[in-house]
């Protein structure tokens, strides 16, 4: 899996083709969007799930808050918004519906996200079998022109880990990357 996502990152910067440059190197929404659903294939094509299906036994996951160590400034109650936004996302509610898996953030979490402006509907049972993580990490690159700093790039990481909580053993982890690109200066 390293090998593969080292090549994919490899190619990602030789080709250029992963981004399109603007202003900013701040991830977005569309961003996680894209990383959601690659995550959810990879979590249907996966050993956790590959058998399951709708008739199986439910399993709840509580997502853990973003572990934040990238570039980019996350208040907490946005980073509870991300995993908020993760658990309502189209690919997980068809794991919901296909694999009988519901994806859930901690009950005590739902006044903070609904109070940092969160439209969606919200899973918050006390019941869970599993856990998962996820930390973002980036990496900035900063090109220069005649002395002057002319463009930056981030690159951006996201591994996600799944847990059973009785055994404590990891069920599925996967890593996704892309890269950001802005034109302008450093404040970008």
């Not at 080292?6 to 929404?29: D, K």
């Not at 109650?77 to 953030?105: C, H, Y």
């Amino acid at each position: 899996m390293m090998r593969l996502t080292v090549h994919l990152l490899l190619l990602c910067l030789v080709a250029g083709g992963c981004a399109t440059a603007r202003e900013t190197s701040v991830m977005t929404q569309d961003d996680l969007n894209e990383v959601t659903a690659q995550m959810s294939a990879s979590l249907a094509a996966s050993d956790f799930l590959r058998d399951r299906t709708a008739n199986s036994p439910p399993i709840t996951i509580t997502i853990d808050k973003v572990e934040n160590l990238t570039s980019d400034l996350l208040p907490p109650a946005e980073q509870w918004m991300l995993m908020a936004r993760l658990q309502g996302s189209l690919p997980l509610v068809d794991l919901r519906r296909t694999k009988n898996i519901t994806f859930q953030v901690p009950p005590e979490r739902g006044p903070l996200i609904l109070d940092a402006g969160y439209q969606g509907q919200l899973n918050l049972s006390p019941i869970h079998t599993h856990t998962m993580t996820a930390v973002f990490r980036s990496a900035t690159r900063v090109a220069r022109e005649e002395g002057r700093v002319a463009g930056r790039v981030d690159l951006y990481r996201m591994e996600y880990k799944i847990f059973d909580i009785t055994h404590r053993d990891v069920q599925w982890t996967d890593e996704f990357m892309f890269k950001r690109e802005a034109i302008g200066g450093v404040h970008n």
